[in-house]
């Protein structure tokens, strides 16, 4: 059985920086892409970066220039590097990763940023 595991979460003041992990684990397949994903309240999920295998990488407007994506092929890890956090950047954040033909979510992970 397939299992996402997200860590990095939490509090922070506007300005700082938190990291937040993604690991799979249970499948044999290679990590193809994967996307960060975030979710404020009253609002739709929306999709703030992406990453391939071969480490192309895409990011929301939003947080371009202040978050980086990146990965682990052969852990099977993505990251998300935010800095500069801003109040606004509130929400659960989510990772989706394609291993093989199937893609997952994970559980989510709640980051706050205050004032």
């Known amino acids: 059985q397939v299992q996402l595991v997200e860590s990095g979460g939490g509090s922070v003041q506007a300005g700082g920086s938190l990291r937040l992990s993604c690991a799979a684990s249970?499948?044999?397949?290679?990590?193809?892409?994967a996307h960060w994903y975030r979710q404020a309240p009253g609002k739709q999920r929306e999709m703030i970066a992406g990453?391939?295998?071969?480490?192309?990488?895409n990011y929301a407007e939003s947080v371009k220039g202040r978050f980086t994506i990146s990965g682990d092929n052969a852990k099977k890890t993505v990251y998300l590097q935010m800095s500069s956090l801003k109040p606004e950047d509130t929400a659960v954040y989510y990772c989706?990763?394609?291993?093989?033909?199937?893609?997952?979510w994970g559980q989510g992970t709640q980051v706050t940023v205050s004032l």
């Open positions: 990453i391939t295998s071969g480490g192309s990488t």
């Open positions: 249970g499948s044999s397949y290679s990590l193809n892409f």
């Open positions: 989706f990763l394609h291993l093989g033909v199937a893609a997952y």
